[in-house]
């Protein structure tokens, strides 16, 4: 059953419609701290069939995906420039520099060791005074229909507040950190936003 969820959500317009109801509600903690800012130059890790690009129409948008299908879907819909590659082994410095990075429940179908080297490779490309804007889902410490969920994801990696944040904070200078919940709580949810560490 899981194994069919996962080949069926990878499919561009599949993924994007099961995403659809919840986009805007999941995006709303990065949304009240985007608003604040002016965005020069994102990258988006993780960016599927440009959920998101529309968001940033202003800016200079990068999106990055594994998933060729979800790109080409994106590239259709979207301007920017969308690039497949692996980012928990490819070398993303050759994108250049970025004053906002956003990583969108990407990160929880990663171990940790990958999640580390990803989270290295954003250092690198982040500005000085750039943020990185993570959105994660949660494994709840209680039982709950939001643990079922998690676990029902396609992503393996689900991890608590407390291990998300111990993931992020050797990296990032922690500025907010947000647990939330998404779709009348059948998700939940971490916002972190993060400074460069000097």
Known sequence: ???????????????????????????????????????????????????????????????????????????AKYRGHFVRADVSTGDLSVLGKFDTVLLNSFLHHLPDGSVSRVLEQVQRVLEPQGRVHILELVLPDRASVSTLMAKLDRGRYARTVDAWQNLFVPHFTPLVVEPYRVGAGLWSMVYFQGGARV
């Open 1 to 75: 059953m899981r194994a069919l969820l996962e080949r069926t959500l990878e499919h561009p317009l599949i993924y994007a419609a099961w995403q659809a109801p919840f986009v805007k509600q999941k995006f709303a903690p990065v949304e009240r701290q985007l608003a604040r800012n002016r965005i020069r130059r994102v990258l988006d890790i993780g960016c599927g069939p440009g959920t998101n690009a529309a968001r940033f129409d202003g800016a200079e948008y990068v999106g990055v995906d594994i998933n060729e299908a979800y790109l080409t879907v994106a590239r």
